[in-house]
């Protein structure tokens, strides 16, 4: 490589954002980090700057921002979501990883992919809740959609290789051959727990996930099995396969991150440790490879590999993201931004483990068959969500 790809990095003190920064750091001579961002972790910011120099620094909340200023006399530090949102439009910059926790993402996700970016894609939000838009700016623009998410970097490493190597998603039509993609769920930590139990967790048994280290809302999303709903809904939107032809299999090893079944009765696995580190170093380099820092497992080490259907019964949350994929429209966002009220409310306390699932499906009751064309239509329904999903929370204290 002559040049050094440009790396703008949003999110960059959450976990997929320290992963990045680790491999980025062991390849000088292929990335810059050109940009970076936050929403209001300064003093890991003023960090990441001290060592990477980037030439651009935002952070979403502007009291974060002048903090910042404060810690790093004479550095530039822009403020605000509009602020994050254009360093993914920056015309120096090559590489975009969205790391940015929920929704809070959409805006600087659809940026990048309207100007022509490689878009890496850790922000399973911005597909969940703006897909379409997201969806079309890329088409439009040239750019790809290159996921971070281990299960659909696997898939994308376990798709035809003359495809893989020549186009990245979003996909127009499935990829030919292709009959279903699925899914792995380690089943987080409640996956053996009776369902008259889970009244009774305690958040830091929520969070006690037993194969990732991962940030507090995706990990509570594990637990819900949500973090799979919506990693089906942004499959639907990455590889172009309508909802019948994804399916989710429980595995708790997390050894086998996605499998591809294809016509002819094969069925094509990824394999690697839980690291999330090999499907970043992966988004960064494909179709080429680079060197992630993870040792690949030894074959004689992996032991016994599981595999299981998921309990909706118990884990109501998946089957509610498969009910709003079919359902269209608002359905989505409505069920991102439902849950994101619902679990922050969790993790505050107070509220049992599963009215998490109650207060989605409350919120997805009664939709009207509407869709939202724009990103100010996408807000407005997410703040109405939000809105309606404390009011409902209030009624369960």
Known sequence: MSARSRVALLGATGSIGASTLDVLARHPERYVLHAVAAASSHAAVADIARRFRPRRIAMADPAAAEALRLTLPGAEVEAGAAAVAALAADPEVDVVVCAMVGAAGLRAAHAAASHGKRVLLANKEALV?????????????????????SEHNAILQCLPPALAATTLPPYVEPPPGVSKLWLTASGGPFRDLPAA??????????????????????????????????????????????????????????????????????????????????????ALAWPARIASGVAAPAPTGFGQLDFAPPDLARFPCLRLAFEALAAGGIAPIVLNAANEVAVAAFLAGGLPFPAIADAVNHALQGLPLSSAATLDEIDAVDRDTRDRTRRYLETLR
């Open 197 to 282: 139990a889970l009244r009774e967790v305690t958040v830091a048994q929520a969070l006690a996930h037993p194969n990732w280290k991962m940030g507090a809302k995706i990990t509570i999303d594990s637990a819900t099995l949500m973090n799979k709903g919506l990693e089906v809904i942004e499959a639907h939107w990455l590889f172009g396969l309508p909802a019948d032809r994804l399916g989710v299999v429980v595995h708790r090893q997390s050894v086998v991150h996605s499998l591809v079944e294809y016509v002819d009765g094969s069925l094509l696995a990824q394999l690697g440790a839980p690291d999330m580190r090999t499907p970043i170093a992966c």
């Open 129 to 149: 809740a703006g897909g379409a838009l997201v969806v079309a700016a890329a088409r439009q623009s040239g750019a790809s959609l290159v996921p971070v998410d």
